[in-house]
């Protein structure tokens, strides 16, 4: 089956019960038995929920996965992924990372004795020398927050391989239409389901998909003892999100490239980070990997301070200044004041987030109208 197949069928039966087209929202917490232990399979709610498990087994099926498990938030997904470490591992993660996986590592995970090493994956022959015995994940997030790098998840995953430790992929930004880290060596992947999976800005959710059944079993064990399960009713709009996935991912990635080629012709824009662009540093890894290049985007501007930027984010009137990525809607960020305003000023500026960097979630509406927004967000 093929990805727009998949997205509406794939792992899906009808309901058993009613013949039902739509996966029922099973909001309940328990399950009658007939004796003790003669059940139907479900017995509480925390350990298994019929609704979320058919997302599980949606999400297993769009990333040619074979296990999926689902979490209360994004977040909760790289909880219980860590979770499998011990105290004395340590683990190698991309340096431009999402601020909230820096803080669980950092903040949570560091004081329970793992340890973590930040670099940048554009050479692994330069990072042999991190590796030791404990070493036992390699974290990848790909395209990255804000700046787009794109690392190459295929030598990442001969990286993870030679030093026998596991490769967990962030796929948040590129979504299962973009790009299947599985195929390309990776032993786990994982979504903030809350961004394009959903893709309605409605809902937190977060997601992981594996092949071996080893580490499946690990991660359900975490999932049902540590309970951090996302709800039916959000498993119900993440389903139903996921059926248009191919869809409104087409759309993002077509709204892309026209909104980052009028920013790019702009004489106002100074930088324009798009992995679609011939211009773009990794765009012959992005090739490689990815289907098509998406909505997200960053630019700078030849004024390059905060009043600049704070203009355009205040004058945007279809784009919405806020936080958050991948609902139909296009919104706006100002990186260097919001998400990543914990980073001193030097430091930001060294991975390239400026005082002018503007972050754009280019949603689905008409592309004429996006441009023209922030043609006149930008001249006005
Ligand atoms: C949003 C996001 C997360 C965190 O997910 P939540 O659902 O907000 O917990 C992790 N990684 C990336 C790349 C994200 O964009």
Redesign the pocket.
């Known amino acids: 089956m093929k990805i727009g197949t998949k997205v509406i069928h794939g792992g899906l039966t009808h309901d058993s019960a009613t013949g039902a087209i739509m996966t029922p929202i099973y909001q309940t917490s328990t399950y009658a038995q007939n004796s003790p232990g003669d059940h139907k399979g479900y017995e509480y709610s925390r350990s298994q929920n019929p609704t979320r498990h058919a997302l599980e087994m949606n999400l297993a099926s769009i990333e040619n996965g074979k296990h999926g498990l689902c979490f209360g938030?994004?977040?909760?997904a790289?909880d219980a992924v860590i979770k499998m470490l011990n105290p004395g591992d340590e683990a190698i993660s991309t340096g431009d990372l999402?601020g909230?996986?820096y803080r669980i590592f950092t903040k949570i995970f560091e004081k329970y004795g793992i340890k973590f090493h930040f670099v940048e994956m554009n050479d692994f022959d330069k990072l042999d020398i991190l590796v030791n015995e404990n070493t036992k994940l390699i974290w990848v997030?790909t395209p990255t927050?804000p700046m787009l790098n794109i690392i190459d998840i295929r030598k990442a995953a001969a990286f993870a391989k030679k030093h026998k430790c596991m490769l967990g992929v962030?796929n948040?930004?590129a979504s299962p239409y973009l790009q299947n880290p599985l195929e390309l060596g990776a032993d786990i992947v994982m979504h903030?389901?809350?961004?394009y999976l959903g893709g309605h800005s409605d809902v937190?959710?977060?997601a992981l998909v594996v092949n071996d059944e080893e580490i499946a079993k690990q991660l359900y064990f975490i999932q049902n003892s540590s309970g951090a399960i996302c709800g039916p009713m959000d498993a119900f709009l993440v389903l139903r999100g996921i059926k248009t996935l191919h869809l409104r991912m087409q759309r993002h990635s077509e709204n892309g490239e026209k909104v980052a080629k009028f920013l790019d012709a702009h004489p106002a824009v100074d930088k324009v980070y798009w992995p679609g662009l011939k211009s773009h540093p990794n765009h012959e890894i992005a090739k490689t990997q990815m289907r098509d290049f998406g909505g997200m985007m960053s630019f700078t501007t030849v004024v390059d301070n905060y009043d600049a930027a704070k203009k355009i984010v205040s004058n945007v009137k279809v784009f919405t200044l806020a936080e958050?990525?991948g609902g139909v809607e296009s919104l706006c960020g100002h990186p260097a004041s919001m998400t990543h305003a914990a980073i001193p000023k030097e430091d930001r500026e060294k991975i390239g987030i400026k005082d002018s960097l503007i972050r754009l979630s280019v949603g689905v509406e008409d592309a004429e109208d996006l441009i023209a927004d922030l043609k006149q967000a930008i001249e006005g």
């Not at 938030?73 to 909760?76: I, K, N, P, Q, T």
């Not at 903030?192 to 961004?195: G, N, Q, R, V």
């Open positions: 938030s994004g977040l909760a790289i999402y909230g996986t997030e927050n962030d948040t930004f903030s389901a809350t961004k937190i959710m977060g958050s990525l």
